[in-house]
């Protein structure tokens, strides 16, 4: 099983590959703290917090 990796531009949490699937960085970490899945980001108040437009697995913190 592949470690999960959180985009370090982004926060999108994934696995397995060498780039983000939300932006295409290649800057991750595999330490990150916390995690958040958005589904409707127009009415949740916690991805208005965390600036997060797009449906998704987020970090909420990274190292």
Excluded: H, Q
């Amino acid at each position: 099983m592949a470690k999960l990796k959180a985009c370090r531009k982004c926060r999108t949490i994934y696995e397995g590959k060498d780039k983000c699937p939300n932006c295409e960085s290649k800057e991750f970490t595999e330490n990150f703290k916390g995690r958040v899945i958005i589904l409707d980001p127009e009415k949740s108040e916690i991805a208005k917090n965390l600036k997060l437009t797009k449906k998704g697995d987020f970090a909420i913190k990274t190292r």
